[in-house]
């Protein structure tokens, strides 16, 4: 169990607890606050909000302040703060990812479900990620972004279930705006080949990446090197269709009554 000091930090990751981007997360956060790193065993890429029900998850302590689950982020999450810490998170941050997560695409991120996870029970968080690249990953920048945030974040916190998408572009940083997610025309193509012995297997990958050109959205941010700062809420209603949805609902009542 961990007993922690004035301000205190929970960081979790979807790479894994052994990923360069956490351990420079988490030494940027420790100008903010006492930090503890509750990640997946093993890379847990795109696996969403996935909660792990139908086996047992077990916890590796791997140093002090280092504790692997094998599970998803939002796994850690629970485990963290029901079963490791003997405190509450003033704060919880996710990542620093290896790869954008930005517009439709935070659906599927392991990295922005840690935030959301943190977000639904009731705590501050942030997902942080980085542009990926060929070459060594320089997680500095975007390491002191993310500590900023999360003072700025603790001293004048935003509303109940908001959380920071946070994406940052490798290179020469322009500056940062705040931004809304951007949309993409989503083409999936499913390959089919043949193992060794001859039986079929399948790999999704995608066909198209065509962007929707908003002025404000994150991934016009990214692509011009700005910081992308999105606010997030895990409400997926769709409010304006509520009315319309209404008047289908009636109709279909008033001809189910005929």
């Known amino acids: 169990m961990i007993v922690g000091p004035m301000v205190r930090i929970l960081v979790t990751n979807d790479d894994g607890h052994f990923s360069p981007g956490i351990h420079a997360l988490a030494t940027a956060l420790r100008a903010v606050g006492d930090v503890v790193i509750v990640a997946p065993q093993t890379e847990a890429s795109a696996v969403g909000h ?5 086996r047992p998850l077990r916890v590796e302590r791997i140093s002090e302040d280092v ?15 029901d079963q490791i810490l003997t405190y509450k ?16 695409d935070v659906t599927y991120s392991g990295t922005v479900a840690g935030a959301l ?17 060929r070459d060594v990953f320089d997680f500095t920048a975007a390491a002191e972004f993310a500590a900023e945030m999360a003072a700025s974040l603790l001293a004048s916190p935003l509303p109940a279930r908001t959380f920071l998408n946070i994406n940052v572009p490798s290179g020469a940083i322009a500056g940062v705006r705040t931004t809304v997610q951007a ?13 060794p012995r001859g039986r079929p297997y399948f790999w999704i990958e995608e066909a198209s990446d065509d962007w929707d050109f908003e002025e404000n959205s994150d991934h016009n ?3 011009s090197g700005f910081i992308s700062v999105t606010p997030l809420q895990p409400d997926l209603t769709d409010h304006k269709a509520l009315d319309r949805v209404a008047a289908l609902v009636s109709a279909r009542r008033a001809a189910a009554k005929k």
């Open 50 to 54: 996935a909660l792990t029900l139908r």
């Open 183 to 195: 949309r993409r025309n989503h083409i999936t193509k499913v390959a089919q080949r043949e193992d």
């Open 117 to 133: 996870e943190g977000a639904l029970l009731g705590f501050p968080a942030i997902a942080v990620s980085q542009q990926f690249t």
């Open 89 to 104: 998170p003033d704060i919880i941050v996710s990542g620093i990812n290896k790869g954008f997560n930005i517009g439709d």
């Open 221 to 223: 941010a990214v692509k």
């Open 67 to 81: 504790f692997a689950v094998d599970g998803t982020p939002t796994d850690c999450i629970n485990i963290a703060i």
